[in-house]
């Protein structure tokens, strides 16, 4: 019975390795050739696969991503032909020995078979000293294997014998004697050995990939394309812009890199400005094996793909760009020799970085180009009213209700980029320096090649600017709508500004406000757009309103003031 036990394992570790190889037909080698990173934390993938054509037609791969996008996942071979693919789960099985401490008498008595020792009984009876000739038992028994693993995972199932409760001692001239187990308390002698082999039944369960070549072209050579799109992957666009000369700027933009995905080793790394359209970007694919992908059909709804869409600020003075107005003839840009060849691809613009490695797990920063610009300085005073639709009084927008914030509003210190580059600017983070020194940090938005910008770098100290309303006439029961009675109010706006520089400044005002501009003064223009909620603190009796927009540039002289002004008017509820 022991014979044909060691034979079984024998012939069973024998085995694995066969199996091994012949499982290795068709399998391919993956390398990523490509990564194409967007800003929002996706990226597109592409990697080459060579391989060998199993007898049925197919090659796998045990490499599947783990977040692959629904519809986004593709495989094509080398003349283009689109490939059907397969995922399943993969099993293996082995016998796996590993040697081990001896932990209890039984396990001592299996590890000394063959040696000779002296079984120490203690009040069982006399010891006995002999050769361990056996230990009664069967082989292992069949493991049960029914639970089988759920998802990715390795398990590891020990071999079990049964039996083991009586062992056989040759003592000589003595013959053999049967001793119980549990009778021995301990063993002694010259020979003795302390470790044990153990055995246990290793079940290995992955995903595989495989893709249908033809059986017409099993054992030929064959190049595949698979390219997905997947999260893990994101950039972040920073610059810095240096101030060091008083007309142009240096503006240096560079690239923080997170990747979360797989380790990248010398790929073709192309960072994308702009966002394209995904609708499914948030449902992984059925071929990724998810487990716990939900409701494929109900993610995919039109009412729930809107949770992912993004939420683009509006920036008017502060910060955005000034389409209006030419940045004249395109400058030299210095971009990295490597990123030479970027080129706008569509509504993208994409910046080419080749040879690019950075572990799974790792952050990195890449250059990407520098240019001169010219610049120049602008202030701005921005003030959007919020009234009550009842009384007419008014407060400014995000301020708190103290009668020195009412009075004085923050004029902003920014400068006027144009971008005169031959790339476009994309929204990111931007610190301004001056000699070595960091003035402050805001957001760079979006400008294209010969727009400009306004970057604010902090509130000036050295310019103020005031804004008053004073009531020119009140009209009861001026409108009707609706079934309700409105009065007119009729009122002049007031800024007061004054510079306390040195030097002259640019100056920007904005005015937004509810109800309807009637006369605007200081060269001022005025846009008159439909009702705006935002504009009345009980929002709905304002309604009949119009939404007034207001701005005016002008030159303030050192030391100098100014006053700029408007009427308008609105109705009451």
Wanted: proline content about 5%.
């Amino acid at each position: 019975m022991k014979t044909k036990a060691w034979i079984g394992w024998s012939v069973a570790l024998c085995l694995v390795p066969a199996l091994a190889r012949a499982e290795d037909d068709g399998a391919l080698t993956l390398r990523t050739e490509r990564a194409i990173v967007f800003k929002d934390g996706h990226g597109l993938v592409v990697k080459s696969a060579r391989g060998v054509v199993a007898a049925d037609g197919t090659v796998y791969t045990d490499e599947v991503p783990e977040a692959a996008i629904l519809g986004c996942f593709w495989a094509t071979s080398k003349d283009g032909a689109t490939l059907g693919m397969r995922a399943g789960w993969h099993e293996t099985r082995r016998v796996e020995t590993s040697q081990a401490p001896c932990l209890n008498v039984l396990e001592l008595l299996r590890a000394n078979v063959g040696k000779t020792l002296t079984l120490i009984r203690g009040p069982h009876g006399a010891d006995v000293e002999g050769v361990i000739e056996e230990v009664l038992e069967l082989p292992a028994a069949a493991v049960d294997v029914s639970a089988r693993p759920l998802g990715d995972e390795t398990r590891t199932l020990p071999f079990v014998r049964q039996g083991g409760e009586l062992v056989v001692v040759k003592r000589g001239n003595e013959g053999r004697l049967v001793l119980p187990v549990a009778q021995i308390q301990s063993l002694s002698g010259a020979e003795l050995v302390t470790t044990t082999e153990r055995k246990a039944l290793v079940i290995e369960r992955e995903k595989r990939l495989a893709f249908t070549c033809g059986a017409a072209r099993a054992g030929q050579p064959v190049e595949l394309s698979l390219i997905y799109f997947t999260e893990g992957l994101r950039w972040i666009p920073t610059y810095r812009v240096n101030l060091d000369d008083e007309a142009e700027a240096v503006v240096s933009l560079q690239g923080e890199l997170l990747n979360e995905v797989e380790d990248l080793r010398d790929v073709e790394l192309s960072l994308v400005v702009g966002v394209p359209n995904f609708r499914f970007k948030g449902v992984v694919s059925p071929l990724a094996l998810e487990g716990t992908l939900r409701g494929l059909l109900q993610q995919a709804a039109p009412g729930l793909m809107g949770q992912g869409q993004l939420s683009n600020a509006v920036y008017t003075q502060r910060a955005g760009e000034l389409r209006g107005r030419s940045g004249g003839p395109a400058g030299d840009a210095s971009l990295a020799p490597e990123l030479a060849g970027a080129d706008g691809q569509q509504d993208l613009f994409v910046y080419d970085v080749p040879k690019f490695s950075l572990p799974r797990g790792s952050r990195a920063t890449v250059p990407l180009w520098e240019s001169r610009v010219a610049y120049r300085h602008v202030y701005t005073l921005d003030v959007d009213v919020v009234r009550n639709a009842r009384s007419g009084s008014w407060a400014v927008k995000g301020q708190q209700a103290s009668p020195l914030q009412l009075a004085t509003n923050e004029v902003w210190h920014q400068i006027e980029l144009v971008n005169a580059s031959q790339v476009p600017w994309t929204t990111g983070a931007a610190m301004v320096t001056r000699g070595g020194l960091p003035l402050g940090q805001e957001l760079m938005t979006y400008t294209s090649v010969g727009g400009c910008t306004l970057l604010p770098i902090t509130v000036a100290v050295d310019l103020r600017g005031t804004y008053a309303e004073e009531e020119l006439a009140r009209q009861p029961n001026a409108l009707n709508w609706s079934g309700h009675s409105y009065g007119r109010i009729q009122k002049k706006a007031s800024f007061t500004l004054a510079n306390f520089r040195e030097q002259p400044a640019t100056l920007r005002v904005r005015l937004s406000l509810g109800g309807r501009a009637t006369k605007v003064g200081s060269n001022g223009m005025s846009r008159i757009n439909d009702h705006r909620p935002d504009d009345w603190a009980d929002q709905g009796y304002g309604a009949v309103n119009n939404h007034t927009d207001l701005t005016w540039e002008l030159e303030l002289p050192a030391g100098g003031n100014a006053t700029l002004g408007c009427e308008f008017e609105f109705f009451t509820y």
